[in-house]
């Protein structure tokens, strides 16, 4: 059984930074695009940021500049760096990988829990 857990959020002030971390843990896999994906206080899910096993990266237009995604594939980990955060920043950040179970042809899409990100002064 795979898991992704995030951690990293909470409360920060307007301008400020956080780091979230999110580790794939479980059975032997392999992992492809992981990304962080995140749903203000009503309303709906929308992409963040991605990025592949090869190192490519997208932002979405609101975190260009800002924040920075990353990855340690030692690690099975995904990092998002978080600057200059906004009151609009918050929302619950969920982590979201493509793993392959070992032994399996199939891709399977995975999502984390979520973590709590809340600018606010």
């Known amino acids: 059984q795979v898991q992704l857990v995030e951690s990293g959020g909470g409360l920060v002030q307007p301008g400020g930074s956080l780091r979230l971390s999110c580790a794939a843990s479980?059975?032997?896999?392999?992992?492809?695009?992981m990304g962080w994906y995140r749903q203000p206080p009503g309303k709906q899910r929308e992409l963040v940021a991605t990025i592949t096993s090869a190192g490519s990266t997208n932002y979405a237009d609101s975190a260009k500049g800002r924040f920075t995604i990353s990855r340690d594939n030692a690690k099975n980990t995904v990092y998002l760096q978080m600057n200059s955060l906004k009151p609009e920043d918050t929302a619950v950040y969920y982590c979201?990988?493509?793993?392959?179970?070992?032994?399996?042809?199939?891709?399977?899409?995975?999502w984390g829990k979520g973590t709590l990100v809340t600018v606010s002064s």
């Open positions: 479980g059975s032997a896999f392999s992992i492809y695009t």
């Open positions: 979201n990988a493509d793993l392959r179970p070992l032994g399996s042809a199939t891709v399977v899409n995975y």
